[in-house]
């Protein structure tokens, strides 16, 4: 049967377009913050910026009286997409971009989209199409031609850190997908803060049984860890989950293809650094991609 309604929802592109914008420059902080003589470990990192979002989201949701106890069930879905996004896929990235330059870490992340694809396919007991396959490979082809110059270049990196970088990147795919097949009643801002509290709560645990050093941060990683709070955590990730509410998975995973074309065009207009070849190709085939993963997941909108 068909749906009346033939568009995607304009608040989900909107918290979309949030994502593409603020989480295309998470990287660089991250590596700012956690570099060498920085002054914070990455699970120190991750517990302090997670916690103190957590507690001005939930202060403000409990100011406007909205339900913050969940029930056992929206527990368990919080609980657990809450420790594989939080503290598999963002820890896993803090703690590799010790080992692993940014750029790197961001071509790394470009895979989402097509985990999401190949987990729902399992799940759901379908291949994907082929627009939805010519697409993601599109998108990711065009994430490795817009940083091949960088890669060229030469990049710090060791296979640990590359492989934790894979296993974060799929954790985080199975913690969207559960919170996407798992919806809870909880408001948004009221689910990103019980989330980012459960990760703090993991991030600490592991802090305290690898023996990390207290942080002793410098000015730059101090700048660092705030706008990765206000930017990454308090902005962009309770726009993610307002996405993933409304779009389809898939839809929202392609802003691991989009983060990188805002972190040039912004080193354009703020650093002036070049625009070359590489960017215009690389930024074409991610468009390309991009559209055709819309077109394919805005068609099957319409048709169930």
């Not at 809450?82 to 503290?87: E, F, K, N, S």
Request: charged share 10%.
């Amino acid at each position: 049967m068909t749906r009346h309604r033939d568009h995607l929802p304009l608040a989900g592109l909107l918290n979309l377009s949030v994502i593409y914008v603020v989480w295309g420059s998470t990287y660089l902080a991250i590596r700012v913050a956690v570099r060498e003589g920085a002054g914070w470990g990455p699970f120190w990192l991750g517990a302090s910026r997670v916690f103190v979002a957590a507690a001005i989201l939930l202060l403000l949701a409990a100011a406007r009286r909205a339900r913050i106890r969940p029930s056992r069930r929206e527990l368990a879905v919080v609980a657990v997409s809450g420790l594989l996004m939080w503290v598999g896929g963002n820890g896993g990235v803090i703690w590799a971009e010790q080992r692993v330059d940014s750029g790197l870490a961001a071509l790394i992340v470009g895979a989402m989209p097509m985990w999401i694809a190949l987990m729902e396919g399992v799940l759901d007991r379908r291949a994907p199409s082929l627009l939805l396959v010519l697409s993601l490979i599109a998108g990711f082809v065009g994430l490795g031609v817009l940083t091949a110059p960088m890669l060229r270049g030469g990049v710090s990196a060791d296979l640990l850190g590359v492989a934790v970088i894979i296993f974060g990147t799929v954790c985080w795919a199975a913690g969207s997908i559960l919170l996407h097949r798992r919806p809870v009643g909880l408001e948004p801002t009221v689910l990103s803060g019980l989330q980012q509290l459960i990760g703090g709560l993991g991030f600490a645990a592991l802090g305290l049984l690898f023996r990390e050093p207290m942080p002793a941060p410098t000015t730059e990683a101090w700048i660092a860890w705030g706008y990765l709070l206000v930017f990454g955590s308090l902005l962009a990730f309770t726009a993610f989950i307002h996405a993933l509410r409304l779009l389809p998975a898939t839809i929202v995973m392609t802003y691991a293809y989009v983060n990188p074309v805002f972190a040039v065009i912004l080193g354009w207009l703020i650093l002036s650094e070049p625009i070359t070849p590489f960017t215009l190709l690389g930024t074409a085939l991610i468009m390309v991609g991009v559209y055709g993963v819309f077109s394919e997941k805005g068609k099957r909108v319409t048709q169930e």
